[in-house]
């Protein structure tokens, strides 16, 4: 119980609200997030990084991935009223995370209502097939633990400066896009090793390419999570890993589009590992033209006037 997320300030995104949430344990979401888990130290061994930067190589008993667990919220009440968090991580402090780690809840079903409506119209549109809850999660596990297998942008560059600083305001949309990125990395080894279905990779994949992508940048294209969504939508489609047809206004997700995955991710990797600024720059500026199939798939969801908000919240009255 304290200040939550600022969502509900509409005028300016700072003022924080009273919040509470009671939360019982997800037996089959605990079990999504066991199998990322379980495979970190191989998949970090095995990223798309120079061995010089990467520290799985260097250091084998490197083990950064966060602790992790799934609930289901089964009450809420306090000031909010519009938005339910999909997750938390907590302490907050970066001296208190640094001593003890961190905790971070997965909210199943708060994440499978989460714009839910843009979302299975968008892929609707895109695709011609229904948004489905459970793969979205497969997509939100992989990208929250990702975010653990890496640290964020540390060291110093010869001048003693830390790479974080030298990123500056586009530190943490790089972290987000690389958590996007490995977490798409992690289901296709899911799908090699058979733990779950081709099938379920490719749905995978287009929740990516089509809702994820669209809902990020309608809900807000400047945030964290959206800023690099346009760029890497663009490399995709350069690599030939993706594709619009104008005349039926679908996309098309290609075979080659694992391999795609891993070539940007590198890119991104490189730029942490370095804090190289002005690669960041260059994605934005060489990559970023608007994708005439997403903007026009933004436009048609702010003429159906759909929310980009999360709206579980069985709210209990104060």
């Known amino acids: 119980m304290g200040p939550t997320e600022s969502y509900d300030d509409s005028i300016a995104g700072v003022k924080e609200y009273y919040h509470f949430a009671l939360y019982s344990q997800d037996n089959q979401g605990a079990e999504i997030i066991g199998k990322f888990a379980g495979m970190s130290q191989e998949m970090g061994r095995n990223l798309p990084l120079e061995e010089r930067y990467n520290p799985y190589l260097k250091d084998p008993d490197f083990k950064p991935a966060r602790n992790m667990a799934a609930v289901n919220m089964i009450a809420g009440g306090g000031d909010s009223r519009t938005y339910a968090a999909a997750g938390w991580t907590l302490p907050n402090e970066p001296e208190i995370a640094a001593k003890h780690g961190t905790k971070m809840l997965l909210i199943r079903n708060v994440i499978a209502t989460r714009g839910s409506d843009a979302m299975r119209f968008v892929q609707r549109r895109l695709f011609g097939e229904a948004y489905d809850p459970d793969i979205f999660y497969w997509m939100v596990a992989g990208h929250e633990l990702s975010h653990g297998m890496l640290p964020f942008t540390k060291g110093y560059d010869p001048k003693g400066q830390p790479l974080s600083q030298i990123l500056g305001d586009l530190d943490l949309p790089v972290e987000e896009k690389k958590a996007d990125l490995l977490g798409l990395m992690a289901v296709e080894e899911f799908a090699k090793k058979g733990e779950i279905s081709w099938d379920s990779y490719w749905a995978i994949a287009r929740m990516y390419v089509g809702a994820e992508t669209v809902f990020r940048l309608y809900r807000n294209p400047n945030e964290a999570h959206a800023k690099y969504s346009v760029a890497v939508h663009n490399l995709l489609k350069e690599k030939h890993a993706v594709s619009f047809d104008g005349a039926t206004g679908r996309m098309q997700v ?57 709206h579980y919240n069985p709210i209990i009255s104060q």
């Open 254 to 310: 290609h075979s080659n589009f694992p391999q795609a995955i891993r070539e940007i991710l590198s890119i991104f990797l490189k730029i942490q590992a370095e804090g190289d600024r002005g690669a960041a720059e260059r994605l934005l500026s060489e990559h970023n033209a608007p994708a005439p199939e997403i903007t026009a798939a933004i436009e048609a969801l702010k003429k159906a006037g759909l929310s980009s908000q999360t």
